[in-house]
């Protein structure tokens, strides 16, 4: 797979198999992640992985919109050091690493949200000073999968000022 045909392919995936994703793949997806740039190449980012189904279904609490959590093989959360702007700037772009090396080996992704994630620290431990701020699910499609919204993007010239707006 390209990147254009993984990036045109990609698609917020909420349904899973119960197939386990094996720790070695989830250890090629960091790997391939982890070369990300970051501004000043900072690399802002630590991860922990959750694949425990009890740990799965604490965290899906910290988050209003994250009832798919207990169903995914494996979640990524991200973690840094603040929330200044650039930390969130850089943790998208690894955000996006991680669900495109994974969509290249069949498995999909769904970034999630804590809107308590104090809560979300405190199930996975994270140490104070430390700042949660997103993950991301997941696992292999199931086989009723569909993107939530079928059809194509808005075009070019819709969405694209040059020089001035």
């Known amino acids: 797979m390209n990147v254009k045909q993984a990036i045109r392919t990609k698609r917020a995936v909420r349904q899973y198999t119960d197939d386990a994703v094996p720790d070695e793949i989830i250890r090629e997806i960091l790997d391939t992640a982890r070369w990300s740039q970051s501004s000043k190449n900072t690399q802002p980012w630590e ?32 973690v840094s050091d603040d929330d200044h702007f650039w930390r969130g700037f850089d943790l998208g772009q690894v955000a996006m690493c991680l669900q495109l090396a994974a969509w290249e080996k069949g498995i999909g992704s769904c970034p999630i949200a804590f809107q308590r994630p104090e809560q979300a620290k405190a199930v996975l431990q994270v140490p104070s000073g430390k700042a949660v701020h ?32």
């Open 47 to 78: 991860f922990v992985i959750v694949t425990d189904p009890d740990k799965l279904r604490e965290l899906a609490e910290a988050g209003n919109f994250t009832t798919h959590v207990p169903d995914a093989a494996f979640v990524i959360v991200l």
């Open 134 to 165: 997103a993950g991301i699910t997941f696992g292999y499609p199931s086989t009723g999968f569909k993107p939530a919204k079928m059809g194509g993007r808005e075009s070019v010239d819709a969405q694209t000022h040059w020089n001035t707006w």
